[in-house]
């Protein structure tokens, strides 16, 4: 969290060509995670109307939300890393130094980073292979693998997020 005489957490990532690409492409991403949650809410609304009004709810609603859930939600993780959003338990390191505060800070991105990293890989192979065994959901019959694939660039670009953060906060 910023406290108001801190600089927000962004304009570190403004320095170089690396900090600008990652906060562009971050941007975006949380931008089309939006638009995903906005397009489920909108699907939402029109089941449940259609199902206390006309008796005819969308069918399989669940699953598209469940999809797009899970997609948007990945694709705000990057951003939330930029921003410093992720929850901090700092009652353990509330009296350290600075310094000793923010090498912690970026082993716990480097941390995220690898994990991120791990999940990008995991998520790879099994888009490869929900898409290779056509797997389907169960109602609507819809490719499972396009819930899979934003997945794999939303943990790549955590990734990448955690290891500048990282390195931000080791020079620090």
């Known amino acids: 969290m910023n406290d108001s005489l801190e600089a927000p957490a962004t304009d570190a990532w403004k320095g170089d060509v690396v900090g600008r690409t990652l906060l562009v492409l971050a941007r975006a991403l949380s931008w089309f995670g939006g638009s995903v949650l906005v397009a489920m809410l909108g699907l939402s609304v029109v089941s449940v109307v259609g199902r206390k009004f006309f008796d005819s709810p969308v069918q399989g609603d669940f699953e598209l ?4 859930c899970a997609v948007c939600v990945a694709c705000f993780l990057p951003w939330c890393q930029i921003e410093k959003g992720h929850v901090i338990v700092d009652f353990f390191t509330m009296k350290l130094s600075p310094r000793a ?9 480097l941390l995220l980073a690898l994990c991120a990293a791990l999940l990008a890989w995991r998520l790879a192979l099994g888009t490869v292979s929900v898409w290779t065994n056509q797997e389907t959901t169960m109602i609507l019959g819809a490719p499972i693998w ?5 997945l794999v660039p939303a943990f790549a670009l955590l990734a990448a ?3 500048y953060a990282a390195w931000i906060e080791w020079r620090r």
């Open 146 to 150: 396009l819930g899979y694939a934003p």
């Open 101 to 109: 505060s923010a090498r912690l800070d970026a082993i716990g991105a």
């Open 65 to 68: 939300v469940q999809l797009g």
């Open 161 to 163: 997020t955690g290891l």
